[in-house]
């Protein structure tokens, strides 16, 4: 019998269609420092880019103003390889794309310049649908899209940086390592990137729309 076939690799995140907007002016010592897991990295899901959109005024934070940031990872990748697979086949028709989007902010005082703040830090980071809370884990099921607004305090912080951990397979972040005990489980930093302007608006026109993202 012939030798089975080897599977083909991931193409590397600069192949991957994407939306290309162009380099943000914020300096990286106002981004954070992303863990998550090697082995995530290695099936092709890893970090494809940043981007950082500064609102002066923010509705949603109470008139303040926020730094949105928006992370967009390759794909995602269910624990079950046959969840996987029928996942795959239905992302695109539901959010128009393949890769997978998430976005937090930081919220910064009032008066405070969101894309040049100085000395200021922010006051929290707000993550909608984006949090992993103390309970989700790399190995979780169906991990829950937590809502919280973290205080700053509460991060880890190297020269500025927040570090934020990806806890869930489907990349909800933390303030803290909810994997610390799952020693195979080998969480690598990310904190060379590239980042560029743009919304998270700007993010979904870009790959289109789909079904559940479509009046967005």
């Known amino acids: 019998p012939g030798k089975e076939k080897e599977p083909k690799p991931p193409p590397p995140p600069a192949e991957i269609p994407h939306p290309v907007l162009p380099p943000t002016s914020i300096p990286s010592l106002r981004l954070p420092i ?31 103003p926020v730094l949105e940031i928006t992370v967009v990872f390759a794909d995602e990748d269910r624990p079950k390889g046959y969840e996987d697979k029928m996942y795959d086949k239905i ?8 890769a997978d989007v998430e976005t937090f902010k930081f919220v910064y005082p009032e008066g405070v310049d969101a894309g040049d703040p100085g000395e200021a830090v922010p006051e929290c ?15 979780s099921g169906a991990p829950q899209h937590l809502t919280a607004d973290v205080e700053w305090e509460k991060f880890e912080v190297r020269e500025r ?6 806890n869930t397979w489907n990349h909800l972040f ?26 998270r608006k700007e993010i979904d026109d870009g790959f289109g729309r789909g079904m559940l993202n479509k009046d967005k």
């Open 125 to 139: 980071v707000t993550f909608k649908g984006t949090y992993s809370g103390a309970e989700g884990r790399w190995n």
């Open 91 to 98: 992302r695109k028709p539901l959010f128009g794309r393949n």
């Open 161 to 166: 940086r927040p570090v934020l951990w990806i």
């Open 34 to 64: 992303f863990y998550l897991p090697q082995s995530d990295i290695d099936a092709g899901n890893g970090i494809i880019s940043v981007h950082a959109h500064p609102i002066p005024e923010d509705p949603t934070a109470g008139g303040k």
């Open 174 to 199: 933390g303030e803290k390592n909810n994997n610390a005990n799952a020693v195979m489980l080998k969480l690598v930093e990310v904190g060379d990137y590239a980042c560029h302007e743009g919304s």
